[in-house]
Each structure stands twice: as structure tokens, then as C-alpha cells.
């Protein structure tokens, strides 16, 4: 048994547990494959880990771990990763098991928000970064088509059509409804 891992894991619901069990024990075998302990690792190393999770690294970086069927974790299972393995970080700073460095990289976050039961919300320097995502248009063809006449059949539709496209939820070209006869 892995005690500081059971101390982490018995937070969390049995469902929760199983997830991140399996992911903790990816950690601690990468740890151990490339002579690693708490005590010598480093924030960056940390990094490097999630960056060989998510398939995100340049080259390699220490002794492989994964088996070479495994695909990388997409940026939600990374993020769970990511949780656990602060979490099991933090819960060895009692025990003075794990660098000041690491520490103060794990807890020295942005603040992204308040939750009701914790307080505030720590960012975690370990979770990949998700693309900002951007609003999607359709093509102008598309947008261009629903104004042919005979398509919107009733001057709601052109009425609701027409808003949607003056508040910019379908393209950015000009609006074409000036030519539609009703």
C-alpha cells in the first residue's frame, strides 16, 4: 500500500477515487521509472510529465513510462491528472516530503473563481491550457441562401433570421436582407 496516495484518494468519492487512482498510479510509475522521488522532483519536471500525457512534448524528456499503444490524454482526462497530482503534492507537504520549490509553484496561482464550499479557486499549474474558443460563423453561402426568396417562408423568420445575423451569430459579411421581398 501507498500510504500518501491513500490519504489523497480517500477525499474523494468512490467513483472520483477509481479515475484518480489509475491516474496517480501513471505518476508514481513515471516517478519511478525515471529515479525520481517527492523529494527530487521539480515543478518543471512536472510539466514535462503533463506535457508527456498529452503528447504536447518536444522530444523526450527521461525514460518512457506509457506503453507505446497508449495515446496521449485529451485536455479534460489531462486536466484530471493535473488534480490529483497536486493534490497528492500538497498532501505531502506535511510530511515535508517534497521541495519548496514545487510548493510554492503548485500554490502561487491565479485565483479563476469562488466555489461555495472551498472558497476561492486556485488555477493549477499543472492543467494543460484550452484554447480560447471563438465564436463560429457560418459561410456566407449559408447565410446568403437563407435570404433567397421562398426559403424563410413568413416575416418572422426573416424577422429572427435578420437579428441573428445583425448580432453577429452567423457571419461577418454584410446583410443581405435588404433584398428580401416578402
Same mark, same amino acid.
Given at each position: 500500500?501507498?500510504?500518501?496516495? @491513500?490519504?489523497?484518494?480517500?477525499?474523494?468519492?468512490?467513483? /472520483?477515487?477509481?479515475?484518480?487512482?489509475?491516474?496517480?498510479?501513471?505518476?508514481?510509475?513515471?516517478? *519511478?521509472?525515471?529515479?525520481?522521488?517527492?523529494?527530487?522532483? /521539480?515543478?518543471?519536471? @512536472?510539466?514535462?510529465?503533463?506535457?508527456?500525457?498529452?503528447?504536447?512534448?518536444?522530444?523526450?524528456?527521461?525514460?518512457?513510462?506509457?506503453?507505446?499503444?497508449?495515446?496521449?490524454?485529451? @485536455?479534460?482526462?489531462?486536466?484530471?491528472?493535473?488534480?490529483?497530482?497536486?493534490?497528492?503534492?500538497?498532501?505531502?507537504?506535511?510530511?515535508?516530503?517534497?521541495? *519548496?520549490?514545487?510548493?510554492?509553484?503548485?500554490?502561487?496561482?491565479?485565483?479563476?473563481?469562488?466555489?461555495? *464550499?472551498?472558497?476561492?479557486?486556485?488555477?493549477?499549474?499543472?492543467?494543460?491550457?484550452?484554447?480560447?474558443?471563438?465564436?463560429?460563423?457560418?459561410?456566407?453561402?449559408?447565410?446568403?441562401?437563407?435570404?433567397?426568396?421562398?426559403?424563410? /417562408?413568413?416575416?418572422?423568420?426573416?424577422?429572427?433570421?435578420?437579428? @441573428?445575423?445583425?448580432?453577429?451569430?452567423?457571419? *461577418?459579411?454584410?446583410?443581405?436582407?435588404?433584398?428580401?421581398?416578402?
Amino acid at each position: 500500500m501507498h500510504r500518501p496516495s @491513500l490519504t489523497v484518494l480517500k477525499r474523494y468519492g468512490t467513483s /472520483t477515487q477509481q479515475t484518480y487512482a489509475y491516474s496517480l498510479l501513471d505518476h508514481l510509475n513515471w516517478l *519511478r521509472t525515471n529515479h525520481k522521488s517527492p523529494s527530487t522532483v /521539480t515543478l518543471g519536471d @512536472l510539466q514535462r510529465y503533463m506535457n508527456g500525457l498529452t503528447g504536447q512534448a518536444d522530444g523526450l524528456y527521461g525514460a518512457l513510462w506509457r506503453r507505446p499503444e497508449q495515446r496521449p490524454l485529451g @485536455l479534460s482526462a489531462a486536466g484530471n491528472v493535473a488534480t490529483v497530482v497536486k493534490a497528492y503534492y500538497l498532501a505531502l507537504a506535511a510530511s515535508d516530503e517534497v521541495s *519548496r520549490d514545487v510548493l510554492d509553484g503548485l500554490t502561487a496561482g491565479n485565483v479563476i473563481g469562488k466555489t461555495r *464550499r472551498r472558497g476561492e479557486m486556485m488555477a493549477n499549474p499543472l492543467a494543460p491550457r484550452k484554447s480560447a474558443r471563438r465564436p463560429r460563423f457560418l459561410p456566407d453561402e449559408f447565410v446568403e441562401a437563407l435570404f433567397q426568396p421562398g426559403v424563410l /417562408t413568413s416575416a418572422r423568420d426573416v424577422m429572427i433570421v435578420t437579428w @441573428l445575423h445583425d448580432g453577429g451569430m452567423f457571419s *461577418r459579411a454584410q446583410s443581405p436582407y435588404a433584398s428580401v421581398v416578402l
